[in-house]
């Protein structure tokens, strides 16, 4: 089953979210960033049949008021399978480290407590983010959109952590992400677009859709030289796993 593992479906960004998830033929994990957006999760998953909720407060909104309730109240709803997304970005906010930290471990806390996977965003803080992730063992993880080297990668799956793959491996200057997907084993691998943002070719440059899962599994696929329905049934078999997904293939 082709299972988007990471998307964004808000209103603000889709003239009609309808059409979009009626064109994905599989199933989508949506991830909340903030109040609004984890609110609009939670009218999603209750809406479609084929969407699922990760529920989470980004690293950007540290310094605004967004609420743990909103979270915690709703982690035992069948269809909210994580939380997310969450995690440490240097890249845009370097003032706020240590906010950024706390609000990254509350979080990993509420997934503790609740048996939820966590989907990590890290981005310019691999460092930090290892070391506070390394702490928490009986954690399951997933590092969301993933960018970092071939060496953190191959330290990641020994911890039994799983790795985001989206539209970036089919862009042409993505070697880096190409090694790190011909060299890692596909149980380790989850399929995502991240939309609507990192549309893969061939259509970089216009607004993504989950529908799009499909060309990230096929170059995969090309990358380890294997079938495009093999890498399909494998992604889907450890997003399953990964995060409890009350489905069967």
């Excluded at 979009?20 to 809406?47: F, P, Q, S």
Aim: aromatic fraction near 8%; hydrophobic fraction near 35%.
């Amino acid at each position: 089953m082709l299972i988007d593992t990471h998307c964004h479906l808000s209103n603000s960004d889709y003239e009609n979210v309808d059409e979009i998830v009626k064109r994905m033929k599989g199933v989508m994990i949506v991830a909340g960033c903030d109040d609004k957006t984890n609110l609009e999760v939670l009218e999603l998953i209750n809406k479609y049949e084929n969407v699922y909720g990760v529920l989470g407060i980004h690293p950007e909104y540290v310094m605004k008021k967004n609420s743990y309730k909103i979270i915690e109240n709703n982690l035992t709803h069948p269809k909210i399978v994580g939380i997310g997304e969450v995690g440490l970005d240097y890249h845009w906010d370097k003032e706020h480290k240590k906010e950024q930290k706390q609000l990254f471990i509350n979080q990993i806390e509420l997934a503790r407590k609740y048996h939820k996977t966590v989907v990590v965003h890290s981005r310019d803080a691999i460092e930090d983010t290892l070391e506070i992730v390394s702490k928490y063992p009986e954690v399951k993880f997933v590092f969301h959109c993933y960018s970092s080297s071939l060496e953190i990668a191959q330290e990641l799956v020994k911890k039994n952590i799983r790795l985001g793959i989206g539209g970036v491996v089919t862009f042409k200057n993505s070697a880096k992400l190409k090694r790190v997907v011909e060299q890692i084993d596909l149980e380790y691998l989850l399929l995502e677009t991240d939309s609507p943002y990192l549309t893969p070719e061939p259509y970089r440059g216009k607004q993504n859709e989950p529908a799009n899962t499909l060309y990230v599994a096929q170059k995969i696929a090309e990358i380890k030289g294997i079938s495009v329905d093999m890498v399909i049934a494998k992604t889907g078999e450890n997003a399953i796993e990964q995060f409890d997904l009350p489905i069967s293939l």
